[in-house]
């Protein structure tokens, strides 16, 4: 057994001080709850047989403590433990209730004092175990930060001194980042009211990504927006005006509104962008605003659109062809040229292509042309067209840098892509009834037979999408006939990635009135190559993968 504080170079104290020293310094540049738990678990790290640390932090309004990890952890299992209730008996919250320190000496002893969630939990390797509560300056309980140490280790008393002391300056940074976020959240607000999407068309999945460079407002000139129309036609729309600050979003808000009434109204691209166009005439600030506007229209299988000034959609098709779209095209908002504005153009949109609108943020740099920024994007999309919308999205920022320091301008973009099935591609959206979990079920086998996928894989695969599926009617919307599960689904000869995402406020977390659930989550891990979990306010979004699935040739 090998002492936590074991005798090194400077001694045992110096090395602790040092390790404190480094740790306040990191925490003072951490901005979220997740870089306060990536930046202690780096620190502890350095300590002989680190395990993992998780940091807790109470979410009041519902009684749990948000988990937020720095450890080795499989997904499948960093998710059941992702929300715990205050009420489960835990070494954090156990802190929480209590305001002191919970050391644990053993993976056994864990077993033995809390056996509700850590019953039948793998602890191979797992040591000691320490929880210690984090207080506000006021007294305020603000959670419980966790360390987890190898099996090997003895923790003893100068490592507790050592724990307190971390927990101590963690403490400090957490009230901090909530200083912060109490701030932001007006900001938040504000974007939220401004860009939510509310489409619930069974005929498309729509996604959207905003990012600003305005660190204090969140929101800027630039704009997205989604209509679906009671005739089952989808408008999108993405513009951007002129200047930044709360003067543009105060003239993007005006302009977005007009747009989105507009497009209920009548099904042309083209009046929407004249009634904008007048319009703009009687807004400040709207006077060169670009914008893009498209409408899917799922019984001609095809998108219309017009674009005032802005960059060209794209559309990728279900054979990974990229299309730039450079029809419809006419001047900025406010222009008058004495002449009239084109017609719209037209494309083909069969099931499974996918439209992008985006802001000129995302494609132009200082130092390099228009035109290659645009390859650039036709080459992301065209990379990461198998993802579902969401991630699609994601990745497409993150090749671009869009949130790194070298953003110099804000950023929208929104992505459309049509329900339907082809030998390569499922996309099915369906509302959240139980018996649509059967349903979906036999649409997935019916395609996966038709993409070709080995009979004795179709099984582990059937068997994990229905899991996930189950878990989205239920948990996500609450059986809630009027709520929509989306189920995305790929095969090209690097296998299949499929996701199944629910728009509810539900988070995976150990359920308060079973622990025994929330361990779907395990099962699907190991009938799956790969998992990954996304959570945000617009619902969870489950990715499963499976290698070498489709035969070659």
């Known amino acids: 057994m090998t002492d936590l504080l074991a005798p090194r170079a400077g001694g045992e104290d110096v090395w602790a001080t040092d390790a404190v020293v480094e740790l306040t310094a990191r925490l003072n540049g951490a901005r979220t709850a997740q870089e306060i738990a990536d930046a202690v678990g780096d620190v502890v790290r350095s300590a002989a047989g680190w395990f993992g640390v998780v940091l807790g932090l109470v979410d009041p309004m519902e009684a749990v403590l948000q988990q937020y990890w720095c450890a080795p952890l499989r997904d499948s299992v960093s998710a059941r433990f992702m929300r715990v209730p205050l009420t489960l008996d835990t070494p954090q919250t156990r802190a929480v209730r209590t305001c002191t320190p919970v050391f644990i000496a053993s993976a056994a002893e864990l077993q033995a004092e809390f056996p509700g969630p ?39 008393s100068a490592g507790r001194s050592f724990s307190e002391a971390v927990a101590e300056v963690t403490a400090q940074a957490v009230d901090r980042v909530h200083a912060a976020a109490r701030e932001l959240s007006l900001a938040e607000s504000l974007q939220s009211a401004f860009l939510t999407l509310a489409v619930r068309s069974k005929e498309v999945v729509v996604a959207a990504e905003y990012r600003s460079t305005d660190s204090a407002l969140k929101i800027g000139g630039d704009w997205y927006d989604a209509i679906e129309r009671p005739d089952g036609r989808v408008f999108v729309t993405v513009g951007d005006t002129v200047g930044s600050g709360l003067g543009a979003a105060a003239t993007m808000g005006r302009l977005r509104s007009a747009s989105g009434v507009t497009a209920l109204q009548t099904s042309d691209p083209a009046r929407v962008l004249q009634y904008l166009d007048e319009y703009a005439e009687h807004v400040p600030g709207a006077t060169m605003a670009t914008v893009a506007i498209a409408v899917y229209e799922p019984a001609r299988h095809r998108v219309r659109y017009v674009v005032g000034g802005h960059p060209p959609p794209m559309v990728v098709r279900p ?14 908002l406010g222009v008058d040229l004495g002449r009239n504005r084109p017609p719209p153009a037209s494309a083909a949109f069969p099931p499974g292509s996918t439209l992008l609108l985006y802001t000129d943020g995302l494609v132009e740099r200082r130092d390099e042309d228009l035109d290659h920024g645009l390859r650039r994007l036709a080459s992301c999309v065209q990379r990461h067209r198998a993802l579902p919308v969401p991630l699609l999205l994601q990745a497409v920022l993150r090749d671009f840098g869009i949130d790194d320091e070298r953003m110099h301008d804000d950023t929208a973009l929104i992505a459309l892509r049509a329900a339907g099935s082809n030998i390569d591609q499922i996309v099915d959206v369906f509302p959240a009834r139980r018996d649509e979990v059967s349903a979906a079920r036999h649409r997935v086998v019916a395609w996966l037979e038709r993409a070709g996928v080995a009979a004795g894989r179709v099984a582990d695969v059937v068997v994990a999408l229905n899991e996930v599926i189950a878990n989205a009617v239920e948990h996500g919307a609450g059986f809630d006939a009027d709520a929509l599960v989306t189920l995305e689904a790929s095969v090209s000869d690097r296998g299949l990635i499929a996701s199944v995402s629910d728009r509810g406020t539900w988070r995976p977390g150990v359920e308060q009135d079973n622990p025994e659930r929330g361990r779907g989550f395990v099962l699907v891990e190991e009938l799956s190559d790969d998992l990954h979990i996304d959570t945000g306010p617009l619902g969870t979004t489950v990715t499963l993968s499976w290698h070498d699935l489709v035969p070659i040739g």
């Open 319 to 332: 054979n990974g062809r990229v299309d730039v779209l450079w029809g419809g095209r006419s001047w900025p």
């Open 118 to 156: 850590f019953r039948k939990m793998s602890t191979e390797g797992l040591g000691p175990v320490t929880a210690l509560p984090l207080a506000a300056s006021n007294g305020r309980v603000l959670g419980a930060l966790a360390f987890m140490w190898s099996e090997k280790i003895d923790v003893g």
